[in-house]
């Protein structure tokens, strides 16, 4: 959060949860948005603590890179505390969004999510963003019907290794194709174009840790320091700007 402020990132700004802001999170079981937009999540599936939640790591208030961070075991995610609508239109006509990621990805042995709005798997409208086990590479995916047959699938060029840190950000205008900055590199363009025709809402909360609930998780032993969002397109110099500050 520290480094999108400092370098004026906060323009249609509409979420940031900070593992090493003690503001977005210390203990419990919500980590609040540092964008104030009240979007918050839960340190888990639910409200409640259990067995399945990812563990905090570190010392609340750290903001030394990678030191703080949420360890995620086995089918572990974040949920939204509430149904928001922030998420409902990225998967719409004419969506414009950006993320942002700083996280440490284990060994990929199946498809695993970074972010989803999709609640199952190929049967709800909504948007994903996930890393293809076989290649490292980043996709995003959105479907613009609540039916399994139209969903696009774009696998970047971007790779990620196992067992390493990254810190990347997606961006992507409706009928164009998506973009990544890897560690505050130059963008490579992803394969496809992905349009939407979609205007209807997502029937899912927003999740992060997955690509869609129950099936594409993020590999056991991941650790995420940092995921942001914002309602526009994030320019090469802004991710450039906010690597050099992770």
Known sequence: ?????LHKCN?????????????????????TDRSNNSNNFYLGATSGVEASDPTFTGT???LDGTATYFLFGTNEL???????TYAANWHKSGATYSFLFLVFVATVTVDGGFATTKASAGTDAGLEIGIVSATGKLKVV??????ASVTSI???GATVADNSWVCFVVTHTDGEAP???????????????????STEATSSPYYFGVSNVSLSYLPTGSKLVCCAAWDRII???EAASLYSSM
């Open 1 to 5: 959060h520290d480094a999108i402020t």
């Open 235 to 237: 320019s090469a110099s």
């Open 154 to 156: 774009c696998n970047s």
């Open 142 to 147: 959105r479907s613009s019907t609540n039916s």
């Open 78 to 84: 974040l949920s939204e505390t509430a149904s928001h």
């Open 11 to 31: 323009t249609n700004y509409v979420l940031c949860l900070d593992a090493g802001d003690s503001s977005s999170y210390s203990s419990g079981q919500t980590i």
């Open 179 to 197: 973009k990544f900055y890897i560690n505050g590199a130059a963008p490579i363009s992803a394969d496809t174009v992905l349009t939407s025709t």
């Open 60 to 62: 609340a208030g750290n």
